[in-house]
């Protein structure tokens, strides 16, 4: 039986058949911030670093998450308004046409067609910010679904407060919503991420490479291989070129990967 995060057991219910998306886990699912890394080979030493591998990580069971509601049926609520925001803040439009469109390919083609994300238009109460988490949490409890967010998922655990203050995660225990950071999502529900991330791959292969709908720019077969090695990278530690006898930092969160994926 593969071994659970200390602290967490029993799967998450999701009698709903709804799950509540913070922004920040669809901005890492996108993972448009680590495009720029993949493209240019970052040296040894920044793959050594715990933040950058705590990034890599989040991305990974973010976009897992993701994945995992799209093969359930089940249905994603997020914030449309703030996604398009922030993701306009990472890759400004017109600013790199290759990673606007790798972007949006992103956007579109993979996480937009894995099933029943439903994108909620923003309300004055949900602009940014602290109003944003609030009507996060009350969505979430309004269809008595789990909240997953990032907030607090730090290079030294997953924590309820952080610096600058309290978390999401605060918020939602006060209402008594079920708050979750995608990798204990992951790990309550008993999910085999390996699979998961294998049937993930084969799938955004197919829509990667798919025609175009009218209007929607081609996607070139380079920029389709380039965004499948930044989800092996992202989901299995893949580079290519490998890189020989790399030891990452351990996250203490982190799940294993089989020793066959271990570099």
């Not at 017109?94 to 909620?120: C, F, K, M, P, Q």
């Not at 009350?138 to 978390?167: F, Q």
Request: with cysteine; proline share 7%.
């Amino acid at each position: 039986m593969r071994k659970q995060l200390s602290g967490f057991s029993g799967a998450v219910q999701t009698a709903s058949g709804t799950v509540v998306l913070d922004t920040n886990v669809i901005i890492e699912a996108v993972s448009a911030e680590l495009l720029n890394y993949i493209e240019n080979r970052p040296p040894v030493e920044v793959l050594l670093c715990p933040k950058f591998r705590t990034r890599q990580l989040r991305a990974r069971y973010s976009l897992l998450c993701v994945w995992h509601i799209a093969e359930t049926g089940q249905r994603g609520i997020s914030l449309h308004e703030e996604v398009e925001r922030k993701l306009k803040k990472i890759v400004p439009p017109g600013s790199d046409e290759d990673a606007t469109l790798l972007t949006e390919a992103i956007v579109h083609r993979v996480v937009g067609g894995l099933g029943r994300l439903e994108w909620i238009a923003d309300d004055e109460r949900s602009s940014r910010g602290n109003a944003a988490d609030a009507w996060l949490v009350e969505l979430a409890g309004k269809h008595n679904a789990p909240l997953l967010t990032n907030e607090g998922v730090t290079p030294t655990g997953i924590r309820d407060r952080k610096p600058s203050g309290k978390t999401i995660r605060v918020r939602a225990k006060k209402e008594s919503v079920r708050v979750f950071a995608p990798v204990e999502f992951i790990d309550r529900q008993g999910i085999d991420h390996e699979a998961l991330s294998e049937r993930f791959i084969s799938a955004a292969r197919g829509r990667l490479l798919v025609t175009p709908a009218p209007g929607e720019c081609p996607l070139h077969p380079q920029k389709a291989e380039l965004l499948l090695g930044l989800y092996r990278f992202i989901l299995f530690d893949e580079l290519e070129p490998p890189v020989p006898a790399i030891r990452r930092p351990r996250i203490p969160w982190e799940l294993d990967l089989s020793p066959r994926r271990h570099l």
